[in-house]
T-cell receptor, first 113, second 111 residues
């Protein structure tokens, strides 16, 4: 079955430190990939997406992600975290057409001074 | 502005009541989706619709019903058969192979 794994339930980083959130998927074909962010009580906002081409994808708010086919991974990175980045982050995977995305369970990011 | 609206933002239900959550989009998207979110569970798919007058069950459809009479609207009814409906409900829409865009959500609480 198709699945998306976010191994880290909760991560705490210091403001200004670098960040990497992990995402692994299990699909037979190359999927298209997304990272979303959710603030408490809000909907999900798209950070970035990968469909094809350059495997390093730039997103909003200074985030980037790298697709590694050999590792079935799509990890999210940010070189310097701001306190406003504290939120929940979801990785999602899709296959084709309008089939629904499959979401990971999310990683909650806390930022400390 | 284009986007997805959900109403109400907060909804309270008594035991045995049916309630309907509204979702409207003006993005001209063909597909629409309903998700349920519980703490630590991520997003679980309830129903989705790829075209008007057609919809498919997701992973947790029991106790829920939907309709898709207009392209812009995809209301979700939480029936009395849903035994644990307290959750955060998210609606989304997309074009084929496109990004899913999400509404702001409705928080449903059973009293």
């Amino acid at each position: 079955a198709q699945s998306v794994t976010q191994p880290d339930i909760h991560i705490t980083v210091s403001e200004g430190a670098s960040l990497e959130l992990r995402c692994n998927y299990s699909y037979g074909a190359t999927p298209y990939l997304f990272w979303y962010v959710q603030s408490p009580g809000q909907g999900l906002q798209l950070l970035l997406k990968y469909f094809s081409g350059d495997t390093l994808v730039q997103g909003i708010k200074g985030f980037e992600a790298e697709f590694k086919r050999s590792q079935s991974s799509f990890n999210l990175r940010k070189p310097s975290v701001h306190w406003s980045d504290a939120a929940e982050y979801f990785c999602a995977v899709g296959l084709s057409g309008n089939t629904p995305l499959v979401f990971g369970k999310g990683t909650r990011l806390s930022v400390i001074a | 502005d284009g986007g997805i609206t959900q109403s109400p933002k907060y909804l309270f239900r008594k035991e045995g009541q049916n309630v309907t959550l509204s979702c409207e989009q003006n993005l001209n998207h063909d597909a629409m989706y309903w998700y349920r979110q519980d703490p630590g569970q991520g997003l679980r798919l309830i129903y989705y619709s790829q075209i008007v007058n057609d919809f498919q069950k997701g992973d947790i459809a029991e106790g829920y019903s939907v309709s898709r009479e207009k392209k812009e609207s995809f209301p979700l009814t939480v029936t009395s058969a849903q035994k644990n409906p307290t959750a955060f409900y998210l609606c989304a829409s997309s074009i084929p192979r496109g990004t899913q865009y999400f509404g702001p959500g409705t928080r449903l609480t059973v009293l």
